[in-house]
């Protein structure tokens, strides 16, 4: 992924933190002809939480036995996952200056890695187990799934787990923060109440904030976006 100098994570811990909260990815792997991609939860071993970084972590998911795409794993293990949270169109109307053009905020991670299939039926139950207690625990009242286990145990014949163990990882953390500090608070004011609202990506503008010498308002009169970071000079816009 091209990552602009103006969007990093704004920690650390932020981009792990991010695939924690995020846990739904997009798992992609080349073949001969176009890649395929599933859609699937990822989620941390027992006892492992965010740390600094993920590259040398090891993560885990699963993805239906129906799904030819596992069978690839084995010929083409280096593959491609990215986190998103929702995109959240930013109208010029909140600006309250003209001229202006529109842009999106979003935040975004990639991590690519190895991925390994678990052969054993108990490495494959606990990798179930993991995604439903990891999920549950966002909840206030996490569901017990001790009644259900012989379901689980059951329906493990048409599911595939797997390992990935993490080798980089990139994010791209576009909230905003190029614009003054009243601009940014009315983009996320609008984006928490407005009739357009993304409470998560609002609360990620809150995390993040304005970037201390490029938020001065100096180069939007003359409408450029300065969502990519090159103070309008080509005037791409990185939202996508």
Known sequence: MHTYPSYPAPSDRAIAEFVWNNPFAVLATSTPGAPLATHTPIVFPPGVRPGETLVGARLWGHIGRANDHWRRFAEQPEALLV??????????????????VPTLDYATVHLTGRVTVLEEPEENLAVVER??????????????????????ERILSGVVSFTIDIDTESAMFKLSQDMP????????????????RHPDVAELMGEVGVVDGI??????????????????????????
């Open 215 to 240: 938020a001065d308002g100096s180069d939007l009169a003359d409408g450029s976006d300065l969502a990519d970071g090159s103070n309008g000079v080509d005037g791409a816009d990185p939202a996508g």
């Open 131 to 152: 995604t439903v207690e990891q999920l549950e625990g966002r909840r206030a009242e996490p569901w017990d799934p001790a009644e259900s286990r012989h379901v689980f």
């Open 181 to 196: 500090a009243d601009v940014h608070e009315r983009v996320r004011e609008d984006l928490l109440r407005g009739d357009h």
């Open 83 to 100: 986190f998103a949270s929702s995109h959240a169109y930013v109208s010029p109307s909140t600006y309250e200056f003209t001229p202006a």
